[in-house]
């Protein structure tokens, strides 16, 4: 008798202590990272929003779907992918939803939304309360540094407009060489980020439809864009969003002359015409050539069918990701986002969160505890052998 309770007064002190270890990480340690990772749902019908959600295996903490348009004078037009069954969805999910608005490039209904802007920030406030979301990302592309002042003032009404609580993201062109005309003059980082949360940096389309064919988001293209954000702006408020696609030429010119292609639908072109992956160096970021037969099947891109030819696409893989979401760290940054869910590579996501929190440990990728992992590194209990090695069992 005398055994058992020995016994059992040690199990009992075993448990205490472990108790004991986890109150003091948990009131010690804390969180390595603290970083936030959104994206855009922008392709597919409402219905695959949940699909896309959930191939992101619960790593998302806020989500932009396309439920804002602007009508010709300016004013707040709702999409039909609205629905409060995904909002109600995701935030039981506990994943923010903030809809982005979005001119569609179309300058004359961006500016025709500048100088409606109290009118539809009150709108947008109206809709945001009725639809329970948690704020608005806005998307205003193809404007001039004529509309800078106006569209500072329109997100400070805006933020005027919205409940205590509510988020409002602002959309900005990357700005690698730091200028001041174009496009991505008309965003002054500073004001916009006054009334905001947060900017989103559109770190892509370094090369664009129409355009030669090069990288979409080269890593000097990136970092170059991150320096000037973090001049501009707190770390702390700056977001990195990096392209779940690529773009894709023809040798010899035509269609598709640098239409977007997700990666998802990259690597299964890859596959079925028995590419050829490449790295290239002063990018540092990678293309593939694949070549359709006059027999082959010919693959529908943008709508139309590709003929017979060989064709270049650029885009930006598992290792070039990586290697952006490292900057994120480097820089201290608020976190990462993505254009767009659902066009992401099948693989993406054993690796987005590890990356984005620096935890840069290979060997676990694809290792059941994984998670566990991962979830004792951010709360500082683990190093690993190295920082790029945790060196797991693998049973």
Request: with cysteine; net charge positive; glycine share 8%.
């Amino acid at each position: 008798m005398q055994i058992v309770k020995f016994k059992y007064a040690k199990y009992v002190l075993a448990v205490l202590i472990i108790l004991l270890v986890k109150i003091f990480y948990a009131v010690h340690a804390g969180a390595v990272i603290d970083r936030i990772n959104t994206s855009y749902i922008y392709f597919g019908n409402p219905s695959s929003y949940f699909t896309a959600v959930s191939s992101a295996q619960d790593s998302l903490d806020i989500v932009y779907p396309s439920y804002f348009d602007l009508s010709s004078g300016g004013n707040l037009k709702l999409t039909s992918a609205v629905s409060r069954g995904f909002v109600d969805e995701m935030h039981r999910k506990g994943i923010k939803v903030a809809p982005f608005l979005s001119n569609h490039w179309d300058r004359t209904a961006g500016r025709a939304a500048l100088a409606n802007r109290a009118a539809l920030a009150s709108q947008i406030a109206e809709a945001v309360k009725k639809y329970d979301l948690d704020g608005v990302n806005i998307d205003l592309e193809n404007l001039t540094p004529d509309d800078r002042a106006n569209y500072v003032d329109f997100v400070r009404l805006l933020r005027l407009a919205l409940p205590d609580g509510k988020e409002i993201s602002v959309a900005v062109a990357a700005n690698p060489y730091g200028t001041s005309k174009g496009w991505q003059g008309s965003y002054d980082y500073a004001g916009l980020a006054r009334y905001s949360d947060y900017l989103v940096i559109m770190a892509y389309d370094e090369s664009y439809e129409t355009g030669p064919a090069g990288p979409v988001a080269s890593i000097p293209f990136v970092e170059k864009s991150l320096k000037y954000a973090v001049k501009n702006v707190s770390p702390d408020k700056i977001v990195l969003a990096l392209p779940f696609y690529g773009r894709m030429w023809r040798d010899g010119g035509g269609y598709p002359n640098g239409y977007g292609v997700g990666n998802r639908t990259i690597d299964s072109l890859i596959s079925e015409y028995k590419g050829k992956r490449y790295y290239d160096s002063a990018s540092q970021t990678s293309y593939a050539r694949i070549t359709i037969g006059p027999g082959d099947r010919k693959p529908v891109i943008g709508g139309k069918a590709l003929t017979a030819g060989t064709y270049t696409i650029w885009y930006s893989d598992e290792a070039t990701l990586k290697r952006s979401l490292a900057l994120v760290d480097k820089y201290d940054i608020m976190g990462a986002s993505s254009w767009s869910l659902g066009q992401e590579s099948a693989n993406t996501w054993s690796y987005f969160t590890l990356w984005l929190a620096g935890c840069y440990f290979v060997d676990i990728q694809y290792h059941w505890a994984r998670d566990s992992i991962f979830s004792a590194y951010a709360n500082g209990w683990v190093k690993g052998v190295s920082s790029a090695s945790f060196a797991p069992r693998m049973h």
